[in-house]
């Protein structure tokens, strides 16, 4: 059973910064996509950022130039770091986690984390 588990998430002043964190465990981590997604109230969940197993990043239009995505295999662990955060990014993140490749698409993937709150304040 593959397990994902994230952390990272608080309250931050628009602008500010947070790195969000999902452990990966129950697999061979370094055969996973992984993909950063979040959902605010009321809203559909949307794709963040993708990492696949082979390192490809893919980022959702909102966030590029200011999120990055990275992997540390090691670890078992992707990243999500934040920066330029604004009011309109707040939501609870999830990780999702597929085998190989990731993908932009949440319905396809297979494995998901209990995400964490992000919240910035004006």
């Known amino acids: 059973q593959v397990q994902l588990v994230e952390s990272g998430g608080g309250l931050v002043q628009a602008g500010g910064s947070l790195r969000l964190s999902c452990v990966v465990s129950g697999r061979a981590f370094s055969t996973l996509g992984v993909g950063w997604f979040r959902q605010a109230p009321g809203k559909e969940r949307e794709v963040v950022a993708t990492?696949?197993?082979?390192?490809?990043?893919s980022y959702g239009d909102s966030v590029k130039g200011r999120f990055t995505i990275f992997r540390d295999n090691a670890m078992n662990t992707v990243y999500l770091q934040m920066n330029s955060l604004k009011p309109e990014d707040p939501a609870v993140y999830y990780c999702?986690?597929?085998?190989?490749?990731?993908?932009?698409?949440?319905?396809?993937?297979?494995?998901w984390g209990q995400g964490t709150q992000v919240t910035v304040s004006s």
């Open positions: 999702g986690g597929r085998a190989w490749q990731a993908t932009m698409r949440s319905e396809q993937y297979d494995y």
């Open positions: 990492i696949g197993w082979r390192g490809t990043k």
